[in-house]
């Protein structure tokens, strides 16, 4: 919380392996800055759960969980999963040497129909995020401070479906009786609930709720898949959700998604499905940012959007002069950075004017923010080209990293949220 009680909250993105080590770049900078120890609430999507589970595990002390994690994502967690459809293959081929190609029929109806029993991905990937992250941790094993939302998505109700410390729950499973959650969270197991979290659609196994945790057997059991299906940023449950103990004022979102869409290679119907998918998730995506970031006064809310698809350059200074011309940056923030009411005003005049006398006035506004948020400090440990590079090219998967790739996506992070935050939540920052 802030001096005034105020909470803070911060969202982990989805996307694999990448969100993974994108996050411990935001996490260190809000370390370096002293917010992270005041944060409240941490909302996390797929990769960006697998960050938060282990970080909250280890939060005792932080370049240790650094250090651990960071080595632990050079280690893929496919292995499983791949000796497993490669057995498949060959029990197919076998089948086919002694049977006959005839057999290839039966095969590949038998796969259609049962997918995911006979290649049952999320269980072997469940097995090696317990091995190599959370050697079989519960949910009760998490502190109670900050609050943890592992965010997933129920393929039933086309709702979101959350694990926390001792809780999984969602808006259509509270008992109508006694207003009480229909399952509990109790000794859940963290790998499975990350699992859940990460389960992208068309690739990996849906994940059914155990009947064990159900305390009222008249409701069905939902089938989990990725939670970025339903919000990918993570910043429903700290924004829109019907849980006010979630609600934050201040939020900071760890957004590594990056994805391009692309028509190349769509050549086949699981391809293409994929393709579908993603278009949704980005527009659902677009759409938030919007309602978050730009549809609000931010008066009751404020945010600070560290996005790897974003520039690292000055041009986020001139997006802050955008907000206050569009009145999405309120005075009692633009003021912290010494702008007066007659200054802002001006900026909302003359902000697209191309008179050189307005440029200059543009440009000396400029100066005084980035003298505000220590804009040669920034400069220092702002990434460079190359790691810029590399960053914005790591994949999705859950494929082992490399240490440049890792470096990279941590440096990123480290500037941007830096930059975020000495912008848009400056109030947080001890003087």
């Given amino acids: 919380m802030d001096i005034e009680g105020n909470k803070i909250g911060l969202a982990l993105s989805g996307g694999g392996y990448r ?70 293959l060959t029990a197919i081929g076998a089948l086919i040497y002694w049977v006959g190609w005839w057999s290839l029929s039966l095969s590949l109806v038998v796969l259609w129909f049962a997918n995911y029993h006979i290649l049952p991905l999320s269980f072997w990937i469940e097995k ?12 009760s094993d998490l502190p109670q401070t900050p609050s943890v939302v592992i965010n997933t998505t129920d393929v039933a109700k086309g709702r979101s479906f959350r694990f926390s410390r001792n809780r999984a729950w969602g808006y259509d499973y509270v008992n109508r009786d006694d207003r009480q959650d229909v399952f509990s969270g109790e000794n859940f197991p963290i790998a499975k609930a990350v699992m859940a979290s990460s389960c992208v659609p068309f690739a990996f196994s849906p994940i059914r709720m155990p009947e064990k945790y159900r305390r009222y057997n008249h409701y069905k059991c939902p089938l989990l898949v990725d939670g970025g299906l339903y919000d990918n940023q993570g910043t429903y449950e700290l924004t829109g959700s019907s849980d006010d103990e979630m609600h934050t004022k201040y939020i900071i979102v760890s957004n590594a998604g990056n ?44 945010i600070a959007n560290s996005a790897l698809n974003y520039e690292v350059s000055d041009r986020i200074i001139t997006g802050f002069l955008r907000g206050i011309k569009n009145g999405n940056v309120p005075a009692e923030l633009y003021t912290l950075h010494s702008i007066t009411e007659n200054e802002a ?53 859950l494929i082992g990293l490399s240490k440049k790739e890792i470096d990279s996506l941590i440096k990123f992070a480290e500037w941007m949220t830096t930059i975020q935050v000495r912008l848009y939540l400056p109030n947080l920052l001890d003087k």
């Fill in 19 to 88: 969100a993974a080590a994108y996050h411990i770049g935001t996490l260190r900078a809000l370390h370096k800055l002293k917010i992270l120890e005041k944060v409240d609430v941490i909302s996390s999507v797929s990769g960006g759960s697998i960050t938060s589970a282990y970080y909250l595990l280890h939060k005792d002390n932080y370049w240790e969980f650094e250090q651990t994690f960071s080595h632990k994502l050079k280690i893929g967690v496919l292995h499983i999963a791949i000796i497993n459809f490669f057995v498949v």
């Fill in 128 to 139: 090696q995020y317990n091995w190599l992250f959370f050697k079989k941790k519960t949910l």
């Fill in 259 to 302: 994805t391009e869409l692309t028509d190349k290679w769509k050549t086949n119907i699981p391809l293409m499905l994929a393709l579908t998918s993603n278009i949704l998730m980005k527009r659902i995506e677009r759409m938030q940012s919007r309602l978050i970031m730009f549809e609000t006064n931010n008066v009751n809310r404020r």
């Fill in 345 to 397: 005003q001006n900026v909302k005049n003359v902000f697209s004017s191309n008179n050189l006398e307005d440029k200059e006035f543009i440009n000396s506004i400029i100066s005084k923010i980035k003298q505000s948020i220590q804009w040669d400090e920034l400069e220092e440990i702002k990434p460079s080209f190359e790691e810029i590079n590399i960053a914005k090219k790591v994949g999705t998967n």
